[in-house]
Structures are given as C-alpha cells and as structure tokens.
C-alpha cells in the first residue's frame, strides 16, 4: 500500500485505479489510505454533475471533459452508476460514453451506489481524495439520476450543476424546491426538442426567490451536448461561480462541512456497536421490546448507549 500512495502522488493512474479498488472493499484499508494522503489533497476543483436519468448527463460531462483538455488541464471523472442486482458493482454505462476521453490527462473511474439513496457512493469522497493527491486540475462526479434531492452532491462539490431535459416530466421536477436549492448551475440539455422555453421558464420562475443581494444567483444555460453546443458558455459560467466563491472566501467552506464530519462520527458509532460482542443482540432485544411496545425507541437508544462502552 505504501508503494501505491507513492506512484499516486507521481499522477499514476494505475496505482490510484488499485486504491480506490481497495478503499471500496475494505474499510479498514480506506482509512489507512486517507490518512495518508490526505495532507497531499485540496488542490483540485470539484464540480458535480447530477439531474434526471435520460438527461445527457454523461454526453455533457465528455464535452466538459474534451474542453478541460483543450485547456491543458488534467481531469477525473467519478461516474456513480447504480449498482448491480447481481454483483453489487456499477453497470457501467456511463463509463462507456465516456471512453473515447479516456487517456493522457484523464482518469474516469465507475464506482456503484450499492444502495446509497443519496445518488453517491459511500466511498466517493475518499476516492476524490485520491483522484486530489495526483494532482487532477478538474474533478467531475457525476451522479445517478434517482429524482431525489441529491444534497450529498451539493455538499461535496464546488459547484453543483442540474441537468433537465425538455419534454421529460422535468418542468414539474423543477419545481421542487429541493432540487432548486441544491443547483449552481442549470443546465437544459436537449434544447433542439419541443418544450426547451417552457423548462427555462419553469426554471427561471423558482429563481426569482434566491434570497439576498450577495447571494449566488444560478444561471441557466442550453445546451445540446450531442452536438457541443452550448458547452463553451456553460464552461464560463462555471468560472463565473468559482470566481464567486473565491472572492468572497466560500471556496474553503465549501470543501468540507460539518455534515461529512457528522457522518463519519456516526458510522464509527454504529461500527463499535455491531463489533460489540452484545452490540447486535442488545438490538434484536429492543427492537422487540419496541415491536411489542414495551418501551419507546427513544428510551431504547439512550439505554443501548448506556450498555455499549463507545
């Protein structure tokens, strides 16, 4: 592993390809990876893609891809695919459309949800750590399209684009707010079908309340990514709110909250239960008591936590 860490920091693709194999099976290995890099990280810029499946999510983040290159920047791609009934493991699809990027510059990496309602998987961000100690200049996660409010990606990321498409249910999706609010960018890709103004429209209506004179208001762009269209405007926005947020000192903050830190906290809880010896049965035992309204589930919790030394 430590042979690894070193050919990471070199930029080795294959070394970091063989990291973040391990750090999605084993646990105990991704700290120890973390650990070890993580002083190396911090470097990169992370921009999130996520919106409806159908969307041309993927065909847009290879035209981001292909422009970054352009620039002599170097890439990661992190493509979160929804998991496998039968293995577990990402299907894949969206690490085929993006093949033809693949090579000098760029490391694309599927990684499955394996379950993760969020629209990431649970080991994304340490593999953003590692794709950030090779010294990528870009970092693009694109997430699967689950309709859900995808605040794990807004958290995350920098800046955080919603793709929509015209004539996909999006225009009545818009007007969520959930999904308002976690967007810096509002991509309507497709917009050589019917329906593109009426989306913009619906789009732009639920902007109207972004609150606060300083506040970051989100800009839409059109797009048709099948035929590069629009990808260049979309690249200046993204530098429009990077800009933003470096000006007024956000950039950090961005980078970690105290919701990820929380997170961990809790999985290491909930790992020093289980590894109790009486931590599962102390569980069954309460989840019948609770079943049997013997106790409450509150009373329950404070009363297991009392019983496990953590």
């Not at 970092?139 to 995808?150: A, K």
């Not at 225009?171 to 019917?194: C, H, L, T, Y």
């Not at 007024?248 to 961990?264: F, H, I, P």
């Not at 309204?293 to 009392?306: G, L, Q």
């Amino acid at each position: 592993m430590d042979v690894l860490t070193k050919k990471v920091l070199t930029g080795d693709i294959v070394s970091a390809a063989k990291l973040i194999t391990r750090i999605e099976n084993n646990k105990e290995d991704a700290v120890k990876i973390i650990k070890k890099i993580f002083p190396h990280t911090g470097k990169t810029y992370l921009i999130g893609v996520t919106g409806s499946p159908g969307a041309g999510k993927s065909t847009l983040v290879s035209e981001l891809i292909g422009i970054c290159r352009e620039k002599e920047l170097t890439v990661g791609v992190i493509a979160v695919d929804a998991s496998s009934p039968f293995t577990g493991g990402a299907v894949l699809g969206d690490r085929i459309r993006m093949q033809k990027n693949e090579g000098d510059g760029v490391f694309v990496r599927s990684m499955a949800t394996r379950g993760n309602l969020g629209g990431l998987s649970k080991a994304t961000r340490d593999a953003v750590y590692v794709m950030d100690a090779m010294g990528l200049d870009v970092i693009i996660i694109e997430t699967v399209g689950v309709g859900q409010v995808e605040l794990e990606i807004a958290r995350m990321a920098y800046t955080t684009i919603v793709v929509m498409a015209p004539g996909m249910g999006d225009s009545i999706q818009a007007m969520k707010a959930g999904i308002m609010e976690i967007g810096d960018i509002f991509v309507v890709n497709k917009a050589d079908r019917d329906g593109v103004d009426e989306t913009t429209k619906d789009i732009n209506s639920m902007l109207r309340f972004a609150s606060g004179k300083d506040a970051w208001r989100p800009e839409i762009f059109k797009t048709i990514a099948t035929k590069s269209e629009g990808i260049s405007k979309l690249i200046g926005g993204i530098k429009r709110h990077k800009e933003y947020l470096t000006t007024r000192g956000l950039l950090k903050k961005k980078a970690y909250d105290k919701e990820q830190l929380l997170s961990l906290v809790k999985d290491i809880v909930e790992a020093r239960i289980f590894n109790n010896k009486n931590g599962e049965k102390y569980f069954d035992e309460y989840v019948q008591k609770i079943i049997n309204r013997e106790i409450d589930p509150y009373t329950a919790s404070e009363i297991i936590f009392e019983k496990i030394d953590l």
